[in-house]
């Protein structure tokens, strides 16, 4: 029998009339012949209304006072929503995150899951009741009540689906889905049929936030097919799949951090261990960084710049300060009021040209970069933070996402084949493996290490820091056909900026014709290649939400004594360049960095 997952969230169960819509929906699932678990989150404003009330009371609420208080918003839900499933004539059983069984570490507020239990689950289930479980909360060893951090029920969601081996979760909201932007900043922005979990965790940051990003690496770590859909209509949502569908349009969305700081560290020391120094600092305070860029460092000093979060800017200056006293050299800085801009696309792996007219609509609207960071499906750009709107809807008309071409290309993709048939015994075995595994379930899964050594670096220097710059290179080696890896460019210091990019190394003599022609028509601009680099890509799951992977992955090169020329990262990769004699070497470090087997 097929099980499904159907989570309801805030909105979507705001009122009487409204949990009853959603009843209506989980008994017509169940006489559909499904199996179903669902699970809720407080109703309408009632988690922001619990932490209004505890601000009344106190400017410093204990922790786990405020999971009691919190929890409570979800327990309210599920005893509602099971009154209106019995009121509709089906069977039904509410039960909290203890009573499923979720048990988490001791982080109040954020913490994460370790186990679940399936058993009384699966009773109910084979009693013909609808479990109506409670989202955002789980139990500690000690019986302490958690939470997961905000919009935690969507990781509820997806974790019970997980290890319920669930055929679909569905998650019903209040939009219809997946947008190429947000609607409120295009109003042209189109519903996505069909995207990656790559791509929705590129986009995790997207609009008011349609899913938690920590749920979407479950669903891809364990693979549940996910569908976000509207519950206030028929609509068939977006539904987020294994692979990247055949056909797909080369860039899916636009994405929108807009409050973010950029901090730089310059006049670093050029040599093996640095950058490890720094994460080391970033990582002890658990600062979740965004967006790194490290250009290749010129007269023996090097320099790196990444982003975070507003909030944490203070606190990470004085791990950067730190950082440089423990050193001895370097120099802060910061910026803030900047945004950052992505747009993603599966279909980057295989296109070139992306970067070029991301670039030449920015310029076109005289928009400053200040940072580039890519990835292979995604390529991101801080701007002022005043620019951002406009950037993003001069990039989503660029690339024409509004118009129903792009979605008519989204076709032709597969429903893989569920576990819907399988029998009783061989899903408890299924079952017991991913509960095996559970004890880290949010650990971080680094699933591979992968090792490049085709490509050669290109990097121009003493650019003139002004819209159209980046444009111009990019536009002219797209039009020589050349597909551009990775590109970096840092911010820029009196005016001038640095850019640097790989290309396939059969095409850097072409590559170089180009560049040197547009090069020409800025003064003082140099050109510098390197034909002998390598580059390493540690790639998973949760690079993001953790923040230890850039300390792990810079310490083994630290540990292997390796430079690191440039760096860039994404929510799903973190790349080095390094010289490719030390290629090898340094794979074989990160395989064992992150108990990997070598291929
Ligand atoms: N009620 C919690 C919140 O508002 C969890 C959730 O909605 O997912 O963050
Ligand atoms: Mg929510």
């Not at 974790?159 to 909201?173: G, M, P, Q």
């Not at 900047?338 to 295989?350: D, E, F, Q, Y």
């Not at 890509?537 to 292997?560: D, N, P, Y």
């Amino acid at each position: 029998m097929s099980l499904i997952v159907q989570k309801f969230g805030g909105t979507s169960v705001a009122d009487a009339g409204k949990v009853l819509a959603a009843a209506r929906r989980v008994v017509d699932a169940q006489r559909q012949g499904h199996q179903v678990v669902v699970v809720v989150s407080a109703r309408g404003r009632k988690t922001d209304e619990l932490i209004a009330a505890a601000a009344e009371i106190t400017r410093h609420p204990e922790p786990r006072e405020m999971d009691m208080l919190l929890a409570t918003g979800e327990q309210e839900s599920v005893a509602l929503m099971a009154m209106a499933v019995r009121e509709l004539g089906a069977e039904a059983i509410s039960l909290t995150g203890a009573q499923i069984g979720i048990v988490t570490d001791s982080s109040h507020t954020k913490a994460r899951i370790q186990t679940i239990s399936t058993e009384r689950i699966r009773a109910a289930l084979s009693g013909g009741a609808i479990v109506i479980a409670a989202g955002f909360q789980g139990v500690d060893d000690a019986f302490n009540i958690t939470t997961l951090g905000r919009g935690g029920s969507d990781t509820t969601a997806t974790a019970l689906a997980a290890v319920l081996r669930a055929d679909e979760c569905e998650i019903y909201t209040d939009v219809d889905g997946v947008f190429t932007t947000d609607p409120r900043i295009v109003p042209q922005a189109r519903k996505i049929d069909r995207l990656s979990y790559d791509e929705m965790l590129e986009l995790a940051s997207l609009g008011a936030g349609v899913m938690h990003s920590r749920s979407i690496e479950f669903a891809k770590k364990y693979h549940v097919p996910l569908r976000v859909r509207p519950s206030g209509s028929d609509g068939e949502g977006t539904l987020i799949t294994p692979t990247a569908i055949e056909q797909a349009p080369v860039v899916t969305g636009v994405a929108l951090v807009r409050q973010t700081a950029r901090v730089t560290l310059s006049e670093l020391p050029d040599r093996p261990g640095v950058m490890s120094r720094i994460f080391s600092q970033m990582a002890e305070r658990k600062i979740a960084i965004d967006m790194v860029v490290q250009d290749v460092g010129s007269g023996g000093l090097a320099e790196v710049s990444f982003t975070v979060p507003d909030e944490d800017l203070a606190e990470t200056l004085t791990a950067a300060e730190q950082a440089v006293t423990d050193l001895g050299a370097g120099r802060v800085h910061h910026g803030t009021n900047v945004s950052k801009v992505s747009v993603v696309g599966a279909g980057m792996r295989t296109h070139t040209g992306v970067a070029a007219q991301m670039f030449g609509a920015l310029a076109d609207a005289e928009i400053n970069i200040g940072m580039v960071t890519t990835s292979d499906i995604k390529i991101s750009v801080l701007v002022e933070r005043t620019e951002a709107d406009a950037a993003v809807r001069i990039i989503h008309d660029g690339f024409s996402l509004g118009s129903e071409h792009a979605a008519a290309l989204a076709v032709g993709w597969d429903h893989p084949a569920s576990g819907a048939d399988s029998s009783a015994a061989s899903r408890s075995e299924l079952e017991q493996d991913v509960v095996s595994r559970l004890a880290a379930m949010e650990d971080i899964v680094v699933s591979e290490v992968e090792l490049d050594t085709d490509q050669a670096r290109v990097t121009i220097s003493n650019l003139p820091d002004r819209p159209g710059t980046a444009a111009a290179i990019f536009t002219a080696v797209a039009e020589g056909g050349l597909m551009v890896d990775m590109i970096v460019q840092n911010v820029s210091h009196s005016g001038q900026t640095n850019l640097s990019f790989t290309v396939p190394r059969d095409d850097l003599e072409a590559c170089l014709l180009l560049a040197r022609e547009v090069a020409a028509d800025w003064d003082g601009a140099n050109l510098t290649f390197d034909r002998e680099i390598a580059k390493l890509s540690v790639l998973g799951i949760g690079l993001r939400s953790h923040t230890g992977v850039g300390k792990r992955t810079f310490g083994a090169l630290a540990e292997a004594n390796i430079n690191i020329q440039m760096i860039n990262t994404s929510e799903i990769r973190t790349s080095a360049v390094i010289a490719a004699a030390h290629g090898r070497a340094a794979l074989e470090q990160l395989l064992q960095t992150f108990g990997l087997n070598p291929a």
